[in-house]
T-cell receptor, first 111, second 114 residues
């Protein structure tokens, strides 16, 4: 079946550090891939997405590239801020009625 | 202008009680969902409705009953509440037939059962 595996957290970084959160997937067909972010006390919101192989999604300085050969969609940011502290979810959608979410990775950024 | 709204935001109740959570979306989507998020932030899908029809029911106890009076509303009723029901419940919506579309989430309802 379809699945998403992302690195366990928490991830703790100092401000301006480089961020990578790994995400790999298993899917039949041609999924779209998403990163959602959940700030404290809020619901999930879309951060970025990529709908086909080699696409790069980007938003707010974050980016991720859809790599079909390695079935990966790693999230990166060159310089994190305290305001980036949140839980990040990798997800996939193959067009059915169910989006598959990873377990979430909590990020703490220290000033 | 809230896209997906839920009420109430907080719900504190005692074991054995019955409670409801309401959800509304104004995005014109045809699919709505209920998720349960535990204290470790793990997100578990509970139900999905497409055009008012139940299409996903993920081994949720019978005490949980969703109801969709129309495409814009999806409510969740919980009977005989148990301690283990304490969690944050999220409603979401999407145009799910299109795999490129993402889900829009409500702000969540934090349920505490004492």
């Amino acid at each position: 079946g379809n699945s998403v595996t992302q690195m366990e957290g928490p991830v703790t970084l100092s401000e301006e550090a480089f961020l990578t959160i790994n995400c790999t997937y298993t899917a039949t067909g041609y999924p779209s891939l998403f990163w959602y972010v959940q700030y404290p006390g809020e619901g999930l919101q879309l951060l970025l997405k990529a709908t086909k192989a080699d696409d790069k999604g980007s938003n707010k300085g974050f980016e991720a590239t859809y790599r079909k050969e390695t079935t990966s969609f790693h999230l990166e940011k060159g310089s994190v801020q305290v305001s980036d502290s949140a839980v990040y979810f990798c997800a996939l959608n193959t067009g059915g009625f169910k989006t598959i979410f990873g377990a979430g990775t909590r990020l703490f950024v220290k000033a | 202008d809230t896209a997906v709204s839920q009420t109430p935001k907080y719900l504190v109740t005692q074991m054995g009680n019955d409670k409801s959570i309401k959800c509304e979306q104004n995005l014109g989507h045809d699919t709505m969902y209920w998720y349960k998020q535990d204290s470790k932030k793990f997100l578990k899908i509970m139900f999905s409705y497409n055009n008012k029809e139940l299409i996903i029911n993920e081994t949720v106890p019978n005490r949980f009953s969703p109801k969709s009076p129309d495409k814009a509303h999806l409510n969740l009723h919980i009977n005989s509440l148990e301690l283990g029901d304490s969690a944050v419940y999220f409603c979401a919506s999407s145009q799910e037939r299109d795999r490129t579309q993402h889900q829009y989430f409500g702000p969540g309802t934090r349920l505490t059962v004492t």
